[in-house]
Structure formats: structure tokens, C-alpha cells
């Protein structure tokens, strides 16, 4: 992975943990001392951040350096929490307990219909994201 991709990479984790905790750019900003201008260009790739902001930026996003590094920088470090389960914990504080109820009752009742929705292709579940944000963004 050559520099740009590893910019572009890091950028695009930041972004993901920050709408986990349903963060604005400015918000991060804010909370990690350091401008939105910079947060947005980490974001889209087109720079790092200096190494105290992403320390800060990690802290707020309750993610370590590791999280937001490719597994190939990482694979010799031993750590507890995969990225897929950091994720999952921060999705999951951010429910409210109906939500939370909810989640459980799909898990343990329709679990056939997490495996056929497990089997659909990138493309398909991207439609289907889309098509779940307007009917909750129309609610």
C-alpha cells in the first residue's frame, strides 16, 4: 500500500468511526482540538494529520491508532478487540434499549433473514442502506 492508500484508508476509518458516534466534522473538530478544515481533508485522503490530532481524534472516537490502520500494519501487534467488534460496541452504546430490543429480537427470531441478507453482494446491500436511511429519514 503506497502512501495516497494509506491516507485515503485511514481517512475513510475516521469517517466511519465518526458516524458511528454520529458525529459532525465540526463537532470531531471541536471535541479533538483540531479544525474541521483538517478533519475533512484526513477524511477524503488528501492529508494526514499531525500525530497529537490523531491521537485526539482516536480518544474522541473511542478507537485506537490500530483501529484505523490497515490489518497489514498491524498484524504483529496482539490486540483484545478486532476492528469489527470495536465497531459493534460503538454501534451498540448508541442504542437506545427499545433499539436494542429490537436488534435482539432479530438475532434471535429471524435469524434466516440475516443470512440471506449476509449473502447479498456489496452492490445490493448498499441499495438496500439506501433504501432503509430514506424510509427512516422519511419517518
Partial sequence: MNIEELKKYIGTKIKE???IRNLTTVELGRLSNTSQTTISAIERGTRFGTFES??????????????ILPSDYTQKVNL??????KQAHL????????EIQVL???????FPLL???NRLDSQE????TALFDSVLNNS
Fill in 54 to 67: 490523531m491521537l485526539n481524534i482516536c480518544e474522541i472516537l473511542d478507537v485506537s491508532l490500530y483501529d
Fill in 17 to 19: 468511526y465518526r458516524k
Fill in 104 to 110: 435482539k429480537n432479530l438475532v434471535l427470531n429471524d
Fill in 91 to 98: 454501534l451498540l452504546e448508541n442504542l437506545s434499549t427499545e
Fill in 80 to 85: 483484545n478487540n478486532s476492528n469489527e467488534d
Fill in 125 to 128: 446491500k448498499k441499495h438496500l
Fill in 115 to 117: 443470512k440471506v441478507l
